[in-house]
T-cell receptor, first 108, second 113 residues
Framework: DAKTTQPPSMDCAEGRAANLPCNHS???????VYWYRQIHSQGPQYIIH???NNETNEMASLIITEDRKSSTLILPHATLRDTAVYYC?????????FGAGTTVTVRA | DTGVSQDPRHKITKRGQNVTFRCDPI?????LYWYRQTLGQGPEFLTY????????KSRLLSDRFSAERPKGSFSTLEIQRTEQGDSAMYLC???????????FGPGTRLTVT
């Protein structure tokens, strides 16, 4: 299955921006990039998605490179409650293809 | 609250037994998905329903697995003759036709002893 590649872990200081990279070099033209996060013992929570253009919502910003082979999720002001596993995934409309995710730890 | 509930939240069973999980999305979720997640990995797609029609099944879904969504509302996932390798979190997600977001339930954690 086509998946995504992310660093296994990263730390972030509370109040600072967290930049989470994702590689999806084999993404197809009709596949969207999605980001979800998962807090222990809960189901994944939707954050944001995009196709070509950069996107922003109340939770985060998504920057997609022009060749669409990689993207970056930006949490503008990380809080302790943002500590979670963040998954970058791709979708061709029905199924999501997840990688192993990045464990983000926000430290006070 | 995503509006998607799953039951049970935890299930411990002995190898060889059959188990059934239930997923209840909200009525607006025409699309329903099942995923499996093992420790340290992201969710893996199992199957997908559009209303009551099962439109896609992953090769991960062996003959021992069967999923139904009889009235296009709740869904069940049954595993027959469970094996230790079936131990995982089973996640259900719902989605509206005109939306890109999948809303996940809390999952059912299966342990096969």
């Amino acid at each position: 299955d086509a998946k995504t590649t992310q660093p296994p872990s990263m730390d972030c200081a509370e109040g600072r921006a967290a930049n989470l990279p994702c590689n999806h070099s084999t993404i197809s033209g009709n596949e969207y990039v999605y980001w979800y996060r998962q807090i222990h013992s809960q189901g994944p929570q939707y954050i944001i998605h995009g196709l070509k253009n950069n996107e922003t919502n109340e939770m985060a910003s998504l920057i997609i490179t022009e060749d669409r082979k990689s993207s970056t999720l930006i949490l503008p002001h990380a809080t302790l409650r943002d500590t979670a596993v963040y998954y970058c995934s791709r979708s061709n409309d029905y199924k999501l293809s997840f990688g192993a995710g990045t464990t983000v730890t926000v430290r006070a | 609250d995503t509006g998607v509930s799953q039951d049970p939240r935890h299930k411990i069973t002995k190898r060889g037994q059959n188990v059934t999980f239930r997923c209840d999305p909200i009525s607006e979720h025409n699309r329903l998905y099942w995923y499996r997640q093992t420790l340290g990995q992201g969710p893996e797609f199992l199957t997908y329903f559009q209303n009551e029609a099962q439109l896609e099944k992953s090769r991960l879904l062996s003959d021992r697995f069967s999923a139904e969504r009889p009235k296009g509302s709740f869904s069940t996932l049954e595993i027959q003759r469970t094996e230790q390798g079936d131990s995982a979190m089973y996640l259900c997600a719902g989605r509206r036709d005109n939306s890109y977001e999948q809303y996940f339930g809390p999952g059912t954690r299966l342990t096969v002893t």
